[in-house]
């Protein structure tokens, strides 16, 4: 299985500061035919259930805010929250759907 | 709207067995697979496996091969998650989720259930 790995685990940032996710895979999740990485971002609060907010590691789910975006191919990818708010405050998950799907462990953000 | 709709709370004995509901509504049954997300509490996201609401074909993360079932009953859109041989570590809150509308055959999961809590205690 491909093992996605988050850094940091936890963070803590201002309001209106930016705030950055790591996340790696252990093999590339970049499909070549398409040249399109299989990767996707989550949103999770307390007793909710996860909310996709990217997919294929930099497309925007459709009514996701804008100061939410994905970058990176391969391995390596960043989830970044250009300005954060407080319903920001949660728990966010890179996950593989390259093959048999597999979850980063999750990284908590907070307000500083 | 897409809307999963769960089965409520299961409390279970080590070693029994627990059934999970999924009823799925607003779009087609069978032209998207359910997954299967569990989380243990204060722990992060394991995907369990999924199943072809169209002909039944399922795929199982390695380590509940063999105590996991999931099946689905297209008359009422329904899919069912059973696993056996329960023991502590099972206790989690459980997941059922749909693809997305764009790329229907990949798990990018962009609706989810609301949770079923499964407790496992003596």
């Known amino acids: 299985d491909i093992v996605m790995t988050q850094s940091p685990d936890s963070l803590a940032v201002s309001l209106g500061e930016r705030a950055t996710i790591n996340c790696k895979s252990s093999?590339?999740?970049?499909?070549?035919?398409?040249?399109?990485?299989?990767l996707a971002w989550y949103q999770q609060k307390p007793g909710q259930p996860p909310k996709l907010l990217i997919y294929?590691?930099?497309t925007r789910e459709s009514g996701v805010p804008d100061r939410f975006s994905g970058s990176g191919s391969g391995t390596d990818f960043t989830l970044t929250i250009s300005s954060l708010q407080t319903e920001d405050v949660a728990v966010y998950y890179c996950?593989?759907?390259?093959?048999?799907?597999?979850f980063g462990q999750g990284t908590k953000v907070e307000i500083k | 709207q897409v809307q999963l709709v769960q089965s409520g709370v299961e409390v279970k004995k080590p070693g029994a067995s627990v059934k999970v509901s999924c009823k799925a509504s607003?779009?087609?049954?069978?032209?998207?697979?359910i997954h299967w997300v569990r989380q243990a509490p204060g722990q992060g996201l394991e995907w369990m496996g999924s199943?072809?609401?169209?002909?039944?074909?399922?795929n199982f993360a390695q380590n509940l091969q063999g105590r996991v079932t999931m099946t689905t009953d297209t008359s009422t859109s329904t899919a069912y998650m059973d696993l056996r041989s329960l023991t502590s570590n099972d206790t989690a809150v459980y997941y059922c989720?749909?693809?997305?509308?764009?790329?229907?055959?990949?798990?990018?999961?962009?609706?989810w259930g609301q949770g079923t809590l499964v407790t496992v205690s003596s």
């Open positions: 989720a749909r693809g997305h509308p764009t790329v229907t055959t990949l798990g990018i999961f962009a609706y």
């Open positions: 607003g779009y087609t049954f069978t032209n998207y697979a």
């Open positions: 199943i072809s609401a169209n002909n039944g074909y399922t």
């Open positions: 093999q590339s999740v970049l499909y070549s035919s398409n040249n399109k990485s299989y």
């Open positions: 294929w590691a930099s």
């Open positions: 996950q593989q759907y390259y093959s048999i799907e597999t």
